[in-house]
Nanobody
């Protein structure tokens, strides 16, 4: 059963932009912290970005700082990852994940911390 749904992936040239979205019909999604992870062929799944339950705190892995921006729209049950200045090394399947938390919880960088996952969306950046 689909828990979260990602969209917005595609093929883009280096330096281009994509906007990924994560949505759900799950109840109380506004009470969840949300993270984005990516996995390239032959590589381990890695943390990309996360946003707190309130949306007031955001986190990024060093390689995407200054290029990616995460935000959420609680009314639409949507979390967005805006990706600018894309590089070939950003090529991967991108997954969103969530976990219901207390208000002040800090999202974790480890995928095992999250309870709910989407099916993934492919992002391919050509050189």
């Amino acid at each position: 059963q689909v828990q979260l749904v990602e969209s917005g992936g595609g093929l883009v040239q280096a330096g281009g932009s994509l906007k990924l979205s994560c949505t759900t019909s799950r109840r109380a999604f506004s009470e969840h912290a949300v993270g984005w992870f990516r996995q390239a062929p032959g590589q381990e799944r890695e943390f990309v970005s996360a946003i707190s339950r309130s949306g007031g705190n955001t986190y990024y892995t060093d390689s995407v700082k200054g290029r990616f921006s995460i935000s959420r729209d609680k009314a639409k049950n949507t979390v967005t990852l805006q990706m600018n200045g894309l590089k070939p090394e950003d090529t991967a399947v991108y997954y969103c994940a969530s976990k219901r938390t207390i208000l002040t919880a800090t999202p974790d960088l480890q995928p095992g911390w999250y309870d709910y996952w989407g099916q993934g969306t492919q992002v391919t950046v050509s050189s």
